[in-house]
């Protein structure tokens, strides 16, 4: 492999293209995930398969995601899969694993720069292919803080309803 530079998601499509769709173990008829492994300088120092699907299906568990990274010291990964029926838009699971993805490598200080999912051009997605961080999936929804119940302490008034003493307070 000559070290290309991968800061960009064409230049990873195009690496796909180039090396993972002209692989013998490649299927095109099944979603196929791979990992990208990127050093410090955005360079491209490996990829492997993490795991082979179904039609519309792939699992991809962070525990397999992460062992290569860490076993090739690599600075920062991408995450590829295709869609066999070529629209790449990113099913509601794309984004859960995602949001998975990017919680693990955040604990493990081994970030996930994006998961790309190639396709074939169409109106929506001219160029063939989804980047959930250009769509703004890559990061997890911030949680909606949970209403806690107070309970306030008398302080000598009485209170004209029995529910007074309870405020919710929200963060």
């Not at 692989?23 to 795991?51: F, K, P, T």
Request: hydrophobic share 40%; with cysteine; aromatic share 8%.
């Amino acid at each position: 492999m000559d070290d290309p530079l991968a800061d960009t998601p064409e230049k990873i499509v195009a690496f796909w293209r180039a090396n993972i769709q002209t692989a013998q173990w490649y299927r095109s008829e099944a979603e196929c995930c791979c990992v990208i492994l990127l050093n410090s300088r955005r360079r491209i120092i490996g990829y492997s398969l993490i795991s082979f699907g179904a039609l519309n299906t792939v699992l991809v568990h962070p525990r397999e995601v992460f062992r290569l990274g860490i076993v090739a010291a690599a600075d920062a990964i991408v995450i590829a899969h295709n869609h066999p029926s070529g629209d790449p838009e990113p099913s509601l699971n794309d984004i859960r694993v995602t949001h998975e993805l990017v919680r693990a490598g955040s604990l493990l200080k081994l970030e996930l720069l994006d998961h790309l999912i190639i396709g074939k051009c169409c109106e929506s997605f001219t160029k063939g292919y989804a980047s959930l961080r250009e769509l703004g999936f890559l990061y997890p929804p911030r949680r909606k803080s949970k209403a806690r119940v107070v309970r306030k302490r008398r302080t000598g008034h009485s209170f004209k309803e029995r529910n007074a003493a309870l405020v919710t307070v929200t963060r």
